[in-house]
T-cell receptor
Framework: NAGVMQNPRHLVRRRGQEARLRCSPM?????VYWYRQLPEEGLKFMVY????????ESGMPKERFSAEFPKEGPSILRIQQVVRGDSAAYFCASSPTGQGVNYGYTFGSGTRLTVV | QKEVEQDPGPLSVPEGAIVSLNCTYSNSAFQYFMWYRQYSRKGPELLMYTYSSGNKEDGRFTAQVDKSSKYISLFIRDSQPSDSATYLCAMRPLRRAGSYQLTFGKGTKLSVIP
């Protein structure tokens, strides 16, 4: 029973390029959450999605960042025109229902983005 | 004042010691509390979650919540070298419209020395 799968594990992008981070939730989970962990900082919420819907994007930067969770396939976090400040670990979590936020999610191993 | 404060450590203890990890918070609306363990270069792993004030025990781990003091703790008994990791507290208010986020502390790095 595979857990939350994120790929790639490591991603290097030059400034100005696009970064695409993928997240496949656990089997049977239809709720996905993205968090960012900057160096020496705690995890910060970015966005919560259900299939084909963005439910809460209050933590997403207004520009360059977008997220989707299509009917088929993984959830994608997309960062356009990356800058050095985007270098961080990006974690995806999933839960079977929206109540996962009360009882804890299951996190993936993360994608570590380095912008050079 | 940050919403959640957590001493980053590092905390170093001998094997077999009792470890106490703590977080304080300022938002009295927080009602759900969790502890996660994060090994180096890995994702956070849920250890425990609690809702009410008091203690909750699971094996060697005990989570304690004191809402009146806005203070939560995680105790680890008979600590093992495999417990060496960063421990993150997380919390959220009673569900309100449009809010599904957890607020995390920065984490405490623990080393258990054999």
């Amino acid at each position: 029973n595979a857990g939350v799968m994120q790929n790639p594990r490591h991603l290097v992008r030059r400034r100005g390029q696009e970064a695409r981070l993928r997240c496949s939730p656990m089997k049977g989970h239809s709720h996905v959450y993205w968090y960012r962990q900057l160096p020496e900082e705690g995890l910060k919420f970015m966005v919560y999605l259900q299939k084909e819907n963005i439910i809460d994007e209050s933590g997403m930067p207004k520009e360059r960042f977008s997220a989707e969770f299509p009917k088929e396939g993984p959830s994608i976090l997309r960062i356009q025109q990356v800058v050095r400040g985007d270098s961080a670990a990006y974690f995806c979590a999933s839960s079977p229902t929206g109540q996962g936020v009360n009882y804890g999610y299951t996190f993936g191993s993360g994608t570590r983005l380095t912008v050079v | 004042q940050k919403e959640v404060e957590q001493d980053p450590g590092p905390l170093s203890v001998p094997e077999g010691a009792i470890v106490s990890l703590n977080c304080t918070y300022s938002n009295s609306a927080f009602q759900y509390f969790m502890w996660y363990r994060q090994y180096s270069r890995k994702g956070p792993e849920l250890l425990m979650y609690t809702y009410s004030s008091g203690n909750k025990e699971d094996g060697r781990f005990t989570a304690q919540v004191d809402k009146s003091s806005k203070y939560i703790s995680l105790f680890i008994r008979d600590s093992q070298p495999s417990d060496s990791a960063t421990y993150l507290c997380a919390m959220r208010p009673l569900r309100r419209a449009g809010s599904y986020q957890l607020t995390f502390g920065k984490g405490t790095k623990l080393s258990v020395i054999p």
